[in-house]
């Protein structure tokens, strides 16, 4: 037969059942100790009684004898009830006893049953003496008779031994109580020792149980405790006891010893993935700085060719460069960002935003994009919003520039809007709406997952990572905010996110606008840019009304007119369906019942002949698209003469660094602005040579951070520009070495690299550099950098950047320094070209004549297109602005190209008559 072992809970449940049955013994004895007990006390009692009432009966017997004696003396009948009712009293009280002594009675009964015969014959011979005296004539005689003597005689013999039986009875039963009580307090006293032995025996064994199920159970719980606790936090080295016990301790200790082993082999995976995840970081570093470092090279050399003198061709190919550049570069980006968000690793900031500052910026940068797919791009702030918040600024725009993007991507016809309102718990709310393919159910559900796009089959018209979304996501979420689309197929699609950013403590002042008693009328045929026109003229006090068409608004224009409450705004749209805006235009400037009337044109950068079109018939000024609201305030403010005050108000983030002619490497060096640049890659050197030199600095460039040291020490440089990573010695080391040597004077210190993790900034800084510019190196951004860190240096001369199109007051007809600049010098053969453009150009302007009559848009495009090349190239500036407008919006459609084309063939003859006047210079 096996051997049954003993478990903890057996040992646990035997331990308790002990108890439980001492505790339940103990108890029955008690109970049965203290009936004895209470038996005995009630005997004791009971004879207490017996005894008292053996005392009250000798006084009853006394009484009874003394109530006789009267008798005798004076046969009364009063005398004679006395004398009964003493005798009753005496038998009750002895019946009394009797009962109370029990069967057990012993001499007390014996007694007692004595008192009860001597009173019967005491009684016997009362009742004969009272007969004897009834029956006597003289009472006293018959008192003094011999038979009265006699009967008085037995009667007092009788009564004496009452007397002394009633004195036995007293003396016995007061005995018997005194042993009786004895007997009781002995009996309580053994049933409380008995009772004490019994809690003294239970409360050992008690203890005993306990310090058994202590030592098995709580003991080896409490080492487990310690055992979970070091091995929870990674003493993993430490041992498991217990491991060969048959019961629920060896069973704990055996599934810890399971749980260490896998501890062990989850840190082992944990060491393994965190050497992956680092050799993970590592590599990205490594890819990210060798990938952009010629990425930085073939973009920054793109936008430099694509800003040189080039024909149409090689301008196409340039933007195609270019283009590719940037897209392959976003590509990068996301991939590094998606990456860091994955590690963990990204961090945001918490700056200060200016939230009109940077949708007017994303509108900027993406305003180009649109304006090619003849999309209307509206931006929209709500100016109830705070001006300033606390957050990422980068973040947040990268966030909307992939969203808006994506918009302009996936929309073919029609608008695409960034609007930023107040969401209804308080929180920052941004919308991108457009009007593009818009989305099923299906697809929404695939939307913000890593790699995933709407439509597999878009993938291959469109492009893309299918990261943008994904990265949104995870950015938004970081922001402890939400993101998500509303959507249905071929309505467009509207994403938004929100995000709780909080306003900042200083706000700039509020705006003082006031344009009370202005009515305005708005031309705009597109509804998003309707709205956001409104928005912004809602707090101001101006009256706005929007007209349908061309036709509506000439009605309203002229009826207001006629009610003596005319319009003093009129807000024109460039892109109208059924009426030219210029010619719209000119038509109400010409009504002469309209002169209160002035009008402002909307129109994109660029159509900058549009706009200088517009101002030459007569329109008070022109607001560039996307509309931003202080450039609306104020050209309103400007047409009527009202004087605004606009707090705060941006420049815009886009603005083009003046260049400045280079001087001389002497000049640099005693000016205090000679630049030491350390940098390995050659194509890189060329680049920002070349970035330097557009800016005015001069600069010298060595390979290596040993290089620039061995330079530092025989040239007193202004600044150093390092990248991180370079043979022999790294920007680091460089940096470190530098500032360790420094006593007086403090050298800036710029890194230039192409690492993009959330790691470089910090290193950059903790090595002891002043700043940091990622790669692809934008022209601004050195521009400033430089400007502040070489503030005290004395700055070469300015020179103003040529101004765009848009921007010139008055075109040049003809620049014969671009000429010379692309021929190299004005001699005959340049001046032979030229006539060549006269002769070739002649037969394209007659086709774009044609192709207008024709409405022919598409061959109107390419005319035009043909003519603005050759033009620019030529040198006939005026001429090649105006045929750039009439392609764009030949490209779009608009009826407005046929008036505006009519302004190319006086600019062509007055290029012409500058050419003809040319002379040959000498070479």
């Known amino acids: 037969m096996a051997r049954r072992r003993l478990t903890i809970g057996g040992l646990i449940y035997g331990g308790f059942l002990l108890l439980i049955v001492l505790i339940v013994g103990a108890s029955v004895a008690g109970v049965l100790a203290m009936r004895e007990i209470d038996a005995s006390f009630i005997q004791v009692k009971d004879l207490a009684a017996v005894s008292k009432r053996g005392a009250d009966l000798r006084n009853e017997a006394a009484t009874l004898l003394r109530d006789a004696a009267a008798y005798a003396g004076d046969p009364a009948e009063t005398r004679r009830r006395q004398v009964w009712t003493a005798a009753a009293a005496i038998k009750a009280a002895s019946s009394d006893m009797r009962g109370r002594l029990g069967p057990d009675a012993g001499d007390a009964g014996e007694y007692l049953d004595g008192i009860a015969d001597n009173l019967d014959a005491f009684l016997a011979e009362f009742e004969k003496l009272a007969g004897f005296m009834a029956g006597a004539e003289d009472k006293a005689a018959a008192a003094m008779a011999p038979e009265a003597r006699r009967i008085l005689a037995a009667m007092d013999r009788y009564g004496r031994q009452i007397a002394r039986i009633t004195g036995l009875v007293a003396e016995t039963t007061s005995s018997k109580a005194n042993t009786f009580t004895e007997v009781a307090q002995a009996e309580l006293e053994a049933g409380i020792w008995r009772t004490g032995i019994i809690a003294v025996v239970c409360a050992v064994l008690g203890i005993a149980i306990a310090l058994v199920v202590v030592r098995q159970t709580v003991g080896p719980l409490s080492r487990f405790t310690q055992v979970m606790t070091r091995l929870a936090g990674g003493a993993l080295d430490t041992e498991v006891p217990y491991l060969r016990q048959e019961n629920e301790i060896g069973a704990m200790a055996r599934a810890t010893d399971v749980f260490k082993a896998a501890m062990l082999d989850v840190k082992a995976a944990r060491d393994e993935a965190e050497a992956a995840a680092k050799a993970k970081a590592d590599f990205l570093a490594v890819m990210s700085h060798e990938i952009r470092t010629p990425m930085n090279g073939v973009l920054t050399m793109a936008d430099l060719l694509h800003e040189s003198r080039l024909d149409d061709e090689q301008r196409g190919m340039a933007q195609i460069v270019r283009d590719s550049a940037r897209s392959l570069l976003t590509i990068i980006n996301d991939i590094l960002d998606f990456s860091k968000i994955e590690a963990g690793k990204l961090a945001l900031e918490e700056v200060e935003i200016d939230l009109a500052d940077l949708v007017r910026g994303v509108a900027e940068l993406l305003g180009q994009q649109a304006a090619e797919k003849t999309l209307e791009l509206v931006a929209f702030v709500d100016p109830a919003l705070p001006r300033r918040l606390i957050g990422d600024p980068t973040r ?38 457009d009007t593009g393919i818009g989305l099923t159910p299906a697809q929404q559900a695939r939307l913000f997952q890593p790699f995933e796009q709407a439509d597999t089959s878009t993938a291959r018209k469109y492009g893309g990572t299918g990261l943008g979304l994904s990265i949104c996501r995870r950015l938004v979420e970081l922001m402890d905010g939400r993101i ?50 409104a928005g912004y003229l809602g707090a101001t006090g101006i009256e706005t009304d929007r007209a349908a068409n061309g036709d509506d608004a000439l009605d309203r224009l002229c009826t207001a007119a006629a009610a003596g409450r005319p319009y003093q705004i009129l807000l024109l749209d460039h892109r109208l369906l059924d009426n030219p805006a210029l010619s719209f235009g000119r038509a109400v400037l010409a009504d002469p019942t309209l002169g209160d009337t002035r009008i402002l044109l909307l129109a994109p950068r660029g159509l900058a002949s549009s706009r200088a079109e517009a101002a030459r018939l007569g329109f008070a000024g022109s607001v560039v698209k996307p509309v931003h609201r202080a450039d609306l305030l104020k050209a309103i403010a400007q047409a009527t003469g009202r004087t605004i005050d606009l707090a705060d108000i941006a420049t815009g983030s886009n603005a083009t660094p003046l260049e400045r002619r280079a001087p001389s490497r002497e000049a640099a060096l005693a000016a205090g602005s000679l630049i030491l640049v350390a940098e390995d890659n050659a194509t890189n050197q060329i680049v920002i040579a070349k970035l330097l030199s557009r800016l005015g600095y001069q600069a010298d460039i060595v390979a290596n951070g040993a290089r620039a040291w061995a330079a530092l020490q025989q040239t007193r440089y202004g600044l150093l520009l390092t990248d991180c990573h370079m043979p022999e010695m790294d920007g680091y080391e460089l940096t470190r070495r530098i500032r360790a040597a420094e006593t007086d004077h403090r050298l800036p210190i710029i890194a230039l690299t192409a690492d993009a993790l959330a790691d470089t900034a910090r290193l950059c800084l903790a090595a002891g550099m002043d700043g940091y510019l990622p790669k692809p190196i934008e022209l601004k951004d050195l521009a400033t950098t430089l ?75 390419r005319h035009a297109h043909a003519a603005a090349g050759a033009a620019r190239m030529a040198g006939a500036v005026a001429m ?14 608009d009826p407005d190209a046929g008036p505006l084309a009519h302004g190319i063939r006086p600019a062509f003859a007055a290029a012409g008559a500058a050419i003809a006047g040319l002379k040959p210079q000498a070479a």
Request: glycine content about 6%.
């Open 787 to 861: 400007a502040h860190w070489l503030a005290d240096a004395e700055a070469p001369p300015a020179i103003a950047p040529p101004l765009p199109i848009d921007d010139q007051a008055e075109l040049p007809v003809f620049d014969v320094e671009r000429v010379i600049e692309t021929f190299g010098v004005l001699d005959e053969e340049a001046i032979a070209l030229l006539g060549t453009f006269i002769e070739t150009t002649e037969p394209v302007l007659d086709d774009l004549d044609a192709a207008i009559v024709a409405e022919n848009w598409s061959e109107v495009r």
């Open 396 to 433: 947040l725009r990268q966030i909307l520039v992939n969203l808006t993007g994506n918009a302009i991507k996936f929309t073919e016809h029609g608008s695409v809007g960034v609007a930023a309102r107040r969401a209804r718990d308080g929180s920052l709310r941004l919308e991108i709406s």
């Open 880 to 893: 090649a602005a105006l045929c750039s407008d009439v392609e764009q919006r030949a490209a779009a459609g």
């Open 484 to 533: 998500g689309v509303t959507s249905a197929p071929g309505a467009g699609s509207t994403f938004w996110f929100e995000i709780p950013l909080r306003p900042t403590a200083a706000q700039p002042a509020a705006d003082r606008v006031d344009f009370a008693g202005l009515r305005l009328l708005a031309l705009i045929e597109t509804p998003a840019l309707a709205e956001a026109v």
